[in-house]
């Protein structure tokens, strides 16, 4: 079976105005209880959960994460393939374990272990 996308992010500068954004543009609502700054959504409403919210950093960006069984031997799959990893695996506290890497032509993709979303 092949591996599903089972999140995204949208973050910026300004994570209330994103969400205002979003909000006003699909109809989305946003639970910004466990982090402030970042809503997170309901997968019911939206196809799959994610989030949108202030970058740590500021930095703009857009990332889709692709669930996968294995994330170290998928970061394998990655580099041999010809990708980079640029977020090195990391749990989040109480969280999921992830990875970001980009693709030869240079687009940021996330892994999430699965099981743990």
């Known amino acids: 079976m092949a591996d599903k996308v089972v999140w995204y992010?949208?973050?910026g500068k300004n994570g209330d105005n994103l969400q205002k954004f979003y909000g006003?543009?699909?109809?989305?609502?946003?639970?910004?209880?466990?982090?402030p700054g970042y809503g997170m959504?309901?997968?019911?409403?939206?196809?799959?959960?994610?989030g949108v919210g202030t970058a740590p950093d500021g930095t703009i960006w857009s990332i889709f994460y692709v669930g996968v069984d294995d994330i170290d031997a998928t970061i394998e799959k990655v580099t041999?393939?010809?990708?980079?990893i640029v977020m090195p695996k990391m749990t989040v506290p109480d969280g999921p374990t992830l990875a970001v890497f980009t693709d030869p032509?240079?687009?940021?993709?996330g892994l999430v272990q699965n099981q743990e979303m």
Do not use: C, P, R, Y
């Open 80 to 84: 041999s393939n010809g990708g980079l």
């Open 41 to 50: 959504t309901d997968e019911k409403d939206t196809g799959i959960g994610g």
């Open 105 to 109: 032509e240079g687009n940021k993709v």
């Open 9 to 11: 992010e949208i973050l």
């Open 24 to 35: 006003g543009l699909f109809g989305w609502q946003f639970n910004n209880e466990a982090m």
